[in-house]
């Protein structure tokens, strides 16, 4: 899968996508992260990508040309279907669910805000969709769109080791993750639960689906509404109630 960022500070996405995990799925020809960098897309002396704003006003704008031929060039490179993503905080809230969507597509373009704002012609007759990862606001996209890469990427068969692990963890069975433990068995007087030494795959496993529904009722009991739940689940959750 094809990620290509534009952006002003294309060290930012380097510093991130060249290690870890990333790093290693792209050493393996598994994505392509690629940052472009917007100042090469310029044409002025200063290799300006902002310009004061139309009817004046605080702050700077990013210019529409260097975003639309950025974006031309890669396109002109590899044609075919593309998502053409502006993150931003007016953007859709990210979430498991549009990480999973976006996993299904072959290349992304992303554009990294910086600056007061963008021109409002890049978002009207450029951009397909707009993403927010929270409702507070960064300096600049860079950190959203490295949010969004490395959310979707794990997803990618073969990035992670351990394929099974994409399907137990928090969010993607709608329900947080369970306790996990591992040696030493006891550390400073504190016990690992004894259930998950006795060896018992059947009760190992309905101890951690409980702790799973306890932990999402108690920390994130919006989850619940929409998580698939079994009518054991829904006992279980009922009983915790209950207590
Ligand atoms: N750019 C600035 N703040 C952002 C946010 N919360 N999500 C996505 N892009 C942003």
Redesign the pocket.
């Known amino acids: 899968m094809d990620f290509d960022i534009l952006t002003t500070f294309p060290e930012m996405i380097e510093a991130v996508a060249g290690l870890s995990i990333l790093g290693r799925a792209r050493q393996r020809g598994l994505i392509r992260v690629e940052a472009v960098n917007l100042r090469d897309f310029t044409h002025d002396r200063h290799r300006s990508t902002d310009d004061t704003p139309f009817g004046g006003g605080p702050g700077m704008v990013m210019k529409p040309e260097p975003v639309f031929d950025a974006v031309e060039s890669l396109l002109s490179r590899k044609p075919g279907k593309v998502r053409i993503i502006l993150?931003?905080?007016q953007?859709r809230r990210f979430d498991q669910g549009m990480a999973e969507q976006l996993a299904c597509e072959s290349h992304l373009i992303m554009i990294c805000?910086r600056y007061e704002g963008i021109d409002e012609r890049i978002r009207e007759h450029l951009v397909t969709d707009e993403?927010?990862?929270?409702?507070?606001?960064?300096?600049?996209?860079e950190l959203?769109a490295l949010a969004v890469v490395d959310a979707v990427a794990r997803l990618l068969p073969g990035v992670l080791g351990d394929e099974s692990s994409v399907h137990s963890e928090s969010f993607s069975s709608g329900l947080l993750e369970y306790p996990q433990y591992t040696r030493p068995a006891e550390y400073r007087g504190y016990q690992v639960p004894e259930v998950l030494l006795s060896g018992n795959h059947e009760e190992i496993r309905k101890w951690r689906r409980l702790q799973s529904l306890e932990r999402t009722l108690n920390k994130r009991p919006d989850l619940l509404e929409s998580a698939p739940l079994t009518e054991e689940d829904r006992r279980i959750i009922k009983r915790i109630k209950e207590q």
């Open positions: 993150l931003t905080p953007g805000g993403i927010s990862i929270g409702d507070y606001v960064l300096t600049g996209g959203a």
